[in-house]
């Protein structure tokens, strides 16, 4: 069961603030609107699911191009799956 409490919410921001610079360069209305649905998705994110999250990006911005691919698949599985539950 996904929880919404106050601690998981700071992670989700303290997170996204983190991984801020990764997005591409586009209007601050769009980086806006992705920072609200990143935070609210995150926020919906047990801390186990956070820490997940927090490795796979970190591993994504880590390795080579082909393994990348693997891990936004992964990522955006992970999205859609909270969304969609």
Do not use: C, W
């Amino acid at each position: 069961m996904k929880s919404n409490s106050a601690l998981e919410v700071i992670v989700a921001e303290k997170l996204y603030n983190e991984l801020h610079g990764a997005l591409p360069d586009m209007s601050s209305r769009r980086r806006a609107d992705i920072a609200l649905m990143v935070i609210n998705t995150l926020s919906r994110m047990s801390v186990i699911d956070l820490l997940n999250f927090n490795n796979s990006m970190v591993n994504y911005i880590t390795l080579p191009n082909l393994s990348q691919q693997s891990i936004l698949l992964r990522l955006n599985s992970m999205f859609t799956d909270l969304k969609v539950g």
